[in-house]
């Protein structure tokens, strides 16, 4: 049975910094790549970020580019998101996915074969 475990979100003031943390584990596809994807209220879904587990490449939606940074664990099961820099617009439930889909397709959600549970992040200002 897949488990997809987040972690790391909660409250800060805008300027601050979060990480998030995901681990997935049971998984018994080629783990091509994990991400990140957040949903505000009333507003769509977007992909945020992701990395290719088998060379490390990644990608970041323009919004957060330059602030955020996600990276892999050494088991290569475990993605991160440094979040620097934070604005209230980036407020929004957090989810982690996992797949196996090649790059072109890592923003599209429904592409992902696993998928977390969210975390929460609020940034005040």
């Known amino acids: 049975q897949v488990q997809l475990v987040e972690s790391g979100g909660g409250s800060v003031e805008a300027g601050g910094s979060l990480r998030l943390s995901c681990v997935i584990s049971?998984?018994?596809?080629?783990?091509?790549?994990m991400a990140w994807f957040r949903q505000a209220p009333g507003k769509e879904r977007e992909g945020v970020a992701a990395?290719?587990?088998?060379?490390?490449?990644?990608y970041y939606a323009t919004s957060v580019k330059g602030r955020f940074t996600i990276s892999q664990g050494h088991a290569r099961n475990s993605a991160y998101l440094q979040m620097d820099n934070l604005r209230p617009e980036d407020t929004a439930m957090y989810y982690c996915v996992a797949g196996s889909v090649y790059a072109e397709y890592w923003y599209d959600w429904r592409a992902a074969n696993d998928r977390g549970q969210g975390t929460q992040v609020t940034v005040s200002s």
């Open positions: 049971g998984y018994t596809y080629d783990l091509r790549y």
């Open positions: 990395i290719f587990t088998g060379v490390g490449t990644t």
